[in-house]
């Protein structure tokens, strides 16, 4: 066992006292404190009552909360702790398998999918996206044009453009996503099983097969169905012959590992797909449609950023490179990631008995989850972390803050690959949406934040107008 050797005393888990809710219960601990359905606020909610670092006892299994940045400067380096697949992360991999996300640390596919791809996602490669990513904008700026003046759904119309850009960049799918009147039956089955695997998580089996016994044989069609259609979708790629296509497919069938020389396996490659499909699409839609609601009720950051925009973007068409030069509008999408992270926390785990800050002791394979919510209201960010405020991502202001306030795409060798991509979708449809449209939001709406996984604006509307 290993000693803390500032006490020569060993590391025990049992020897860990953190703040908890009050009247814990023998047997089932703080069980009446858990909120399965906005578990991410509600560690938030905690973390303001009982602090940077607490903890949950549901049945005996201790949940630690962290969200001080100081404590995270040990828990993200990927030298003392690691990526870990929490709840219900890990029951993603029912559908993700061995892909990027759901992988765990030690399987040879996770390195090897790493070494293939990471090429796709650098900041030059996003060049290769950038006409698919313009094209999906246009789009929803002619669907939103004809529905000039009406009140838009808007988390459901950044869903179609997001789903749109991965599965085109992705694997050359296009979902039809603005011209169908009914949604794609890939898609509906993909809301299905994230909503299932969402709700079950923390459910035993015999209730599964038992009392939601229905939606069980439904999860599993669904997920046969899933996989039939991206198997097919591989299968015609290589049908055609892999190479001429520019995305991700067609990297994952004709590049191999430097270090073994092997190519991804066809079960491989279905994961990915179905994983870029699932990480890539709602992810960065949410954060759109937070951006809408925040810019909705901030006209004058609104009209800053138009300006901006008519600076930059000068041809018909907004370049490559003129996307990175839209400053203001990257810092929007940092503050709107900053209130609401889409992804809003990650697990990680102790590789060694460690006492974290000199103080709490874990032990080896214990782990904690990243409240990002709450580490992204930290006093340290000062003034009132609820107002929106871009301007604390001007580059000094960034300088001058601890490095681990701020983590949205996770951290170290599992964090996220498309952070790149995301950036330079999110800035180019939203300087498309500006350019286009005047924002009127609905005076009544209050922010409600849906979790599924991700997070999302539940029942944002805005009335959008066209700009001449
Ligand atoms: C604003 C949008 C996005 C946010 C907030 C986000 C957030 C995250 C976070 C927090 C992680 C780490 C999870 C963990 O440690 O367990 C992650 C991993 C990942 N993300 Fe994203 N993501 C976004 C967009 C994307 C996009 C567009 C793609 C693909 C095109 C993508 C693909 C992935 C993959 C494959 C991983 C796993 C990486 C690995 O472990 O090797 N993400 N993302």
């Keep these: 066992m290993t000693t803390n050797s500032s006490t020569e005393r060993p590391i025990r888990a049992a020897d860990r006292e953190l703040p908890h809710p009050p009247f814990r219960l023998p047997v089932l601990g703080d069980v009446w404190d858990l909120h399965v359905t906005d578990s991410s606020q509600w560690g938030m909610r905690g973390a303001q009552q009982y602090g940077g670092i607490y903890e949950r006892n549901i049945f005996g299994a201790r949940v630690t909360y962290v969200s001080d940045p100081d404590l995270l400067t040990e828990i993200n380096d990927d030298k003392l702790w690691a990526k870990f697949l929490g709840v219900p992360i890990g029951t993603l991999r029912s559908v993700a398998g061995d892909g990027l996300f759901t992988a765990h640390n030690s399987e040879p596919n996770w390195r090897k999918a790493h070494e293939i791809l990471a090429p796709s996602f650098t900041a030059a490669a996003m060049r290769g996206y950038h006409a698919t990513m313009q094209a999906c904008a246009n789009e929803l700026i002619e669907y939103w044009a004809d529905r ?8 459901s119309d950044t869903n179609k453009v997001a789903l749109e850009v991965i599965g085109r960049a992705g694997f050359g799918y296009e979902f039809g996503s603005f011209t169908r009147t009914d949604e794609h039956p890939l898609v509906a089955a993909m809301l299905r099983i994230l909503t299932y695997i969402n ?4 459910s035993h089996p015999l209730v599964e097969r038992t009392v939601f016994r229905q939606q069980r044989a439904q999860h599993l069609a669904d997920l046969r169905f899933v996989n039939t259609e991206v198997d097919a979708v591989i299968a015609q790629r290589q049908s055609e012959g892999a190479g ?6 067609d990297r994952m069938l004709t590049v191999s590992d430097p270090e073994t020389g092997e190519c991804l396996d066809a079960t491989n490659i279905r994961h990915q797909i179905l994983t870029f499909l699932a990480a890539g699409h709602e992810t960065s839609a949410g954060v759109l449609a937070f951006a809408l609601h925040y810019l909705s009720r901030s006209p004058e950051i609104a009209e800053q950023a138009r300006r901006e925009i008519a600076e930059v973007w000068t041809g018909e068409d907004l370049t490559y490179e003129q996307v990175g030069k839209l400053r203001l509008v990257r810092r929007i999408i940092d503050e709107s990631l900053r209130l609401w992270p889409t992804a809003p926390g990650y697990f990680r785990k102790a590789k060694q008995d460690t006492m ?13 989850f990243v409240v990002l919510l709450q580490l992204h209201r930290h006093p340290s960010w000062g003034g009132d972390p609820e107002t929106f405020d871009p301007d604390r991502f001007l580059p000094e202001r960034v300088k001058a803050r601890h490095p681990e306030l701020y983590r949205p795409f996770g951290v170290g ?4 690959i498309g952070r790149q991509f995301a950036y330079h979708e999110l800035q180019l449809v939203l300087a498309t949406i500006l350019r286009n449209f005047d924002l009127t939001p609905d005076p009544a709406y209050q922010l409600k934040v849906k979790e599924t996984i991700t997070l999302k604006p539940e029942g944002l509307r805005l009335k959008l107008s066209r700009r001449d």
């Excluded at 003046?149 to 988390?155: E, K, L, M, R, Y």
């Excluded at 709700?199 to 923390?202: E, F, G, I, L, N």
């Excluded at 709490?360 to 904690?368: C, L, N, R």
């Excluded at 060798?413 to 996220?416: E, K, L, S």
């Design 244 to 249: 001429g296509h520019g995305d991700l497919l």
């Design 413 to 416: 060798m599992r964090g996220c």
């Design 148 to 155: 000039s003046g009406q009140w838009i759904d808007v988390p």
């Design 356 to 368: 974290l800050a000199d103080r709490y002791p874990f032990e080896k394979g214990e782990w904690v």
């Design 199 to 202: 709700r079950s998580a923390y």
